[in-house]
């Protein structure tokens, strides 16, 4: 799961209300903390103080929050809001300048689905994860990855499809009888989609605790064995032939098959050069005149 | 088009053809001897344009895919001045593989290319293009894959009629001297000298949009009012519509758009089913193949109509597009574990073929097409085994069967077995 995430682009976490995916948005931020990484954090649906609470001071003082939630439409006036709205603050985090490896968290992008255009928002998020040199240049490309939490409920298939086009990896929050798991989706850009299931749980000082498969008691009966699909079953007609079949149709001459019978049979010249004779019968109203062949027509 | 219907096909003299023709640009008329300089002074000598041959249905001025195996399924290749739709897949790897082999096709001919993306960047494109095969290796290659196929029932061997067999047997293999039509290699990139000597425009879209983002939706046909004008552009100033009378040797551009229809062009018809601008694609398309039918060009788009929300916007799109090509890859469908498919990668489906001056549609009579990619090869079969889809309500349906039912309504059946497809 680890390298999955770790790559570098979109990575969408798609949770629902059974299985909340901001614990997980914060496990996966304090390990690109701990790593040293510098984390960027747009907060838009819960408070800061809620959002730093269960981090360590280490990690808190790692973390850049850019704040949406306190003041999102600027009303109070204040110096500290951003300018641009959400989408300038994004745009903004487009350009910085700074090199080393980057974490940009977007919590959440429902929030900025629901109120930015959707292709502008892809066009922005898109610009976020493909950042390929700074645009100072001359330094190689950093890897920026961005996270975005994402309640799928929330949205219709549209705007999920459009996302899911967009991003290099998809972790989608499910699970059983207590225990969360991810169907994780890669899409490395030269290569075939990948799909894998993880089962994890996450501790109270939110680091990341990774299962090999889900809990024993909790495993549902295995479902009855579907035997594969047989495409040669419920035919109406004979596939295969049988061995007094297939003597048959082996000793079969074919008519155009010049074989030694017939090779003999045409260069002897035959007893009889009988060549085909016609036997006819002349009908009631057939003409046997052959001078004229318009007498029947009365005109 | 009507221009080059009267001049391109017919039997009329060829010296009031050439003259003509000098003002189309659309035809392949050859004339030996030396009167041809004496009568056109001012255009160029009549030459096959490099790459394109005539169809032999229709003389119809044809370009090569990439993928010759498409180009028998449409009827000889890509006619100049038509547009290629491809419906892409899922994940988008084969659309983008198809994508590219046009593109490559276009630098082993010498064609000038045009890229246009909003996705990646046009060099990025430019560099991942698939090298071709020489005549030797690919021989090779085909012949250590047939012998793979040999399977151990091959002991039941044909009996042919005795007056056939002095007949040469038929090639199904890459043929070594073919300059239409070339294979490529998709494991291996492009060497760079080719890519540096071909000419090329790319036109990315991030780059030209304003610097600041706004909020308000701008105006959706934004993005594709910019591409259409840089096509325009081109197409002036490199003469492709005949404008500037061209000292060189004609040629052909070839365009290519790479994920039309996306968010990422500003359009939200993938978004949501009731938008607001939902005319600037059908107007996109409309305008471009206006554009294209005056010059000596070809397009190919790729489109994630899976995406598309309005399923009447589709068929206005496929209406507006001259062939059209759906690709539906298997991975992470219930099909990846069907025996019946386990061979293969995808289906193909040729949804529509254009009429060009003619009366009737050039189709194909096999509708059950998968493609497979080898480790270098991309083939596109007719799936050989019984098509009957055993599902747990075991129903099943022959699209054989369908295909003589439906055989008089053809583009009506594309759309059921589609659908039919989807269900099961």
Known sequence: MESVVAQAGLVLLRDSVEWEGRSLLKALIKKSALCGERVHILGCEVSEDEFREGFDASVNSRLIYHDVFRDPLNWSQSGEALPGGPLGALQAMCRRTDPGPVTIALDSLSWLLLHLPCPALCQALCALSQQHSCPGGGSPAEPVRVLCLLHEELHGPGPLGALSSLAQAEVILSGTMGQASAHILSRRPQQHPTRQTQWFSILPDLSLDLQGGPPLESQPHPEPHTPPVDPTAHMTFNLHLSESERAAKDSLTLPFQFSSEKQQALLRPGPRQATGRIFYEPDAYDDLDQEDPDDDLDV | ?424
């Not at chain 2, 009827?75 to 419906?87: D, H, K, N, P, S």
């Not at chain 2, 758009?257 to 938008?275: A, R, V, Y």
């Not at chain 2, 050039?362 to 079969?381: G, M, N, P, Q, Y």
């Not at chain 2, 799936?383 to 022959?398: A, D, F, P």
Request: with cysteine.
């Open chain 2, 1 to 424: 088009m009507a221009a080059a219907a009267d001049c391109g096909t017919g039997a009329g003299s060829t010296g009031s053809i050439g003259a003509a023709a000098c003002k189309n640009n659309v035809t392949s008329f050859q004339r030996k001897g030396p009167r041809a300089s004496g009568t056109d002074s001012g255009c160029s000598r009549l030459v096959s344009i490099a790459g394109t041959r005539p169809s032999v249905r229709n003389g119809q001025l044809l370009v090569s895919t990439g993928l010759p195996a498409l180009d028998q399924l449409l009827g000889g290749g890509l006619a100049v001045g038509t547009v290629l739709l491809i419906e892409e897949d899922k994940y988008n790897t084969y659309s983008s593989l198809l994508f590219k082999f046009f593109l490559a096709e276009g630098i082993i001919n010498g064609h000038t290319l045009l890229v246009a993306s909003a996705k990646e960047d046009p060099a990025d494109i430019l560099q991942e293009l698939p090298a071709p095969l020489l005549d030797d290796n690919c021989k090779k290659d085909f012949d250590e894959d047939v012998c793979n196929h040999k399977t151990p029932d091959s002991n039941i061997k044909m009996k042919i009629a005795w007056r056939y067999q002095l007949l040469p047997k038929m090639e199904s293999g890459p043929v070594s001297s073919s300059r239409f039509g070339h294979y490529y290699d998709a494991s291996k990139r492009m060497p760079q000298e080719l890519i540096e000597e071909s000419k090329w425009h790319g036109f990315f879209f991030p780059e030209k949009l304003s610097s600041t983002l706004t909020t308000e939706p701008r105006s959706l046909t934004g993005g594709y009012r910019k591409l259409l004008q840089f096509i325009q552009n081109v197409i002036y100033e490199e003469g492709f519509d005949g404008s500037n009378p061209q000292k060189k040797q004609k040629n052909i551009l070839r365009i290519g758009i790479q994920n039309l229809g996306s968010p990422l062009w500003g359009d939200d018809i993938c978004c949501t089913e009731n938008c607001d601008n939902s005319h600037s694609l059908t107007k996109f398309l409309y305008v471009l193949r206006g554009l294209l039918r005056t010059s000596l060009s070809a397009c190919i788009i790729t489109m994630p109509t899976h995406l598309i929300q309005n399923k009447a916007v589709i068929s206005r799109v496929t209406n507006l597009s001259d062939t059209v090509v759906g690709l539906e890859s298997f991975t992470g469908s219930g099909r990846e574990t069907n025996p019946l498919y386990k061979d293969y990668h995808g289906l193909i489906h040729i949804r529509q073929i254009p009429r060009l001056n003619n009366l009737i549609y050039d189709v194909s009579d096999v509708k059950d097409l998968a493609f497979k990619l080898k480790r270098k090869l991309f083939t596109i079969e007719c799936i050989t085994k019984l098509t009957s889809y055993g599902t747990q309500g075991q129903k099943y349906l022959l699209p054989g069967h369908l295909q003589r039912k439906f055989a008089i309504n053809k583009n009506r059946y594309f759309r059921t077995l589609h659908n039919l497809n989807k269900t099961y």
